[in-house]
């Protein structure tokens, strides 16, 4: 839940609907500017409701009886109101209205679903990730408003049919005029992300039964990017009297000999150099992205570059050991030095990791398993991703079984 919010409950008569002077009363939930009403199904005489008290005056038997009623009702809506927050759980007044009616399960809606995943998430997955996630769940959102024409829908259609149409949706949706359609591993993303919302629901029992079952991912398998040895040497040959293409070959150049990412070479202070097993200089950081511990033993032309800005007008006033720029200039500058370098591949800066995994360790028989703890990946199959691109290694590993088998 959020740290506060605004609730509220209010007891109302439709006056202009009355017949005989009897009108229906309805109970109002507000919370956080969202409201739904209730058909309590009670009428009372309009000359005897008190707006302001939110009761019926007099102290007949009919408005005892109708005024403990109402009390009960505000008791039931308050304590429902609680429950939620005690279960930690994504609100609305609509979950409200379906508790009390009974109809709690058939009419939890997928905009609970998205507050409810982006509360407890938000202290489990990095900024980055939640702002992915907020991007797809707002794809899913404008799904929602074209195919069902209402800005919400219960959870219960979610069905294999809403996965197939969102799909649908995700391949023919062209974000801004003059942009190509969304790619297959693109829209694969925000699908991946609505099943592990669908997933939580179904693990919650919110749904009966997970849509996913029958749907298969379709991830077309591409080759990582990373540079090759001669271009690798060709962007750390590069001169440049431009200070700010200097300092982002230095830093490209820093994580293709770590296998830092660009997010974690900026936090980086001179705590986390440390005197590694060997009693040499190592790298020890958190990845920001995951969480996950990495140890990296510090190369010389690493070294040099933490030694060359350790006294530089960009770090000298902080305790980080290299300069920090924003990632959107980074990769832009990133394309002059390609440019420079005569390097026809879309340069990135992530380029850099997947160079020190192929070109820099791999490439150099450095084990996959080595190289898995190096990156800080979770997974070995994760690494065994750039295995099958470098084409060095295999060979050189074919020509040491020839000479074996003969």
Same mark, same amino acid.
């Given at each position: 839940m959020r740290a506060s919010s605004t609730f509220s409950i209010l007891f109302w008569v439709y006056a202009k609907r009355a017949i005989n002077n009897k009108a229906n009363i309805y109970v109002r939930i507000t919370l956080d500017g969202q409201r739904v009403n209730i058909s309590? $199904?009670? $009428?009372?005489d309009i000359t005897s409701w008190d707006e302001k008290l939110q009761r019926a005056t007099g102290r007949g038997k009919d408005a005892r009886i109708l005024n403990q009623y109402l009390n009960e009702v505000q008791t039931k809506i308050q304590r429902i109101y609680e429950q939620f927050k005690s279960e930690d759980r994504g609100l609305n007044p609509q979950m409200i209205k379906a508790r009390f009616l009974g109809e709690? $399960? &058939? =009419?939890l809606s997928f905009q609970g679903l998205i507050i409810y995943y982006n509360e407890k998430m938000q202290h489990k997955?990095?900024?980055n990730t939640m702002a992915q996630y907020k991007t797809s769940q707002r794809y899913m959102s404008e799904f929602i408003s074209m195919e069902? &024409?209402? =800005?919400d829908i219960p959870l219960a259609k979610l069905k294999y049919s809403f996965i197939v149409g969102f799909e649908s949706f995700l391949r023919s949706y062209i974000p801004r005029s003059g942009q190509a359609k969304m790619g297959n591993n693109t829209a694969m993303k925000h699908i991946k992300r609505l099943r592990r919302m669908v997933t939580l629901a179904y693990r919650m029992e919110w749904i009966d039964r997970d849509p996913f079952v029958n749907f298969k991912m379709k991830i077309e398998k591409k080759e990582r990017g990373f540079l090759t040895m001669t271009e690798l040497q060709a962007v750390e040959d590069l001169t440049s009297a431009i200070e700010r293409l200097v300092v982002v070959r230095d830093l490209f150049v820093f994580s293709c000999y770590t296998g830092i990412s660009y997010s974690d070479i900026i936090e980086l202070t001179n705590k986390n150099i440390v005197s590694g097993i060997d009693g040499n200089p190592w790298i020890m950081a958190t990845r920001t992205k995951t969480g996950t511990p990495f140890k990296i033993p510090l190369l010389p032309k690493a070294g040099h570059l933490i030694g060359k800005y350790s006294e530089h007008v960009r770090t000298c006033d902080t305790d980080h050991l290299l300069p920090k720029l924003s990632n959107q200039k980074l990769n832009s500058y990133l394309k002059?030095? *390609?440019d420079l370098c005569g390097i026809k591949k879309n340069l990135t800066f992530h380029m850099a990791r997947h160079t020190f995994a192929t070109t820099v360790t791999l490439s150099n028989g450095v084990p996959i398993e080595t190289v898995s703890k190096l990156l800080g990946h979770t997974k070995l199959s994760t690494?065994?991703?750039? *295995?099958?691109v470098v084409e060095r290694k295999v060979s050189d590993d074919m020509t040491l079984l020839k000479s074996k088998i003969g």
């Open positions: 309590l $199904k009670r $009428k009372v709690d $399960k &058939n =009419n997955l990095h900024r069902f &024409n209402m =800005n002059e030095i *390609a690494t065994q991703i750039y *295995a099958r």
